[in-house]
């Protein structure tokens, strides 16, 4: 599966994204998905996961009152809806996707898109 992100930009403090992953290659219902972000200097870190079926979701504790992660498998698309923003959320935001069953919070995903950045300024 090919993972293409977009949606990025610059937005302000207090202003709402949605960026969204298009999957091709196979169909995305296959895969659980999740978004990640990188900031500039540091690692990769976990954002927010969906399975495959979209019924369970899971977030990081710093966003999971803003942001919201949804699919919808008819398109191979992954949504992630970002709400509130501020500049702290400033990064790549990167969508990932993984065929095999783990539980839904396991960090571990097989394939990887290329990133998209979202810069929020104060």
């Known amino acids: 599966v090919q993972l293409q992100a977009s949606g990025g930009g610059l937005v302000q403090t207090g202003d709402s994204l949605r960026v969204s992953c298009a999957a091709s290659?196979?169909?995305?219902?296959?895969?659980?998905m999740g978004w990640f972000r990188q900031f500039p200097g540091k690692g990769r870190e976990f954002v927010a996961a969906?399975?495959?079926?979209?019924?369970?979701?899971y977030y990081a504790d710093d966003v999971k009152d803003r942001f919201t992660i949804a699919r919808d498998n008819a398109k191979n698309t992954v949504y992630l809806q970002m709400n509130r923003l501020t500049p702290e959320d400033t990064a790549v935001y990167y969508c990932a996707a993984r065929s095999r069953i783990r539980t839904i919070v396991d960090p571990l995903y097989d394939y990887w898109g290329q990133g998209t950045l979202v810069t929020v300024s104060s």
């Open positions: 290659g196979r169909a995305s219902s296959n895969y659980d």
């Open positions: 969906i399975t495959r079926s979209g019924f369970t979701t």
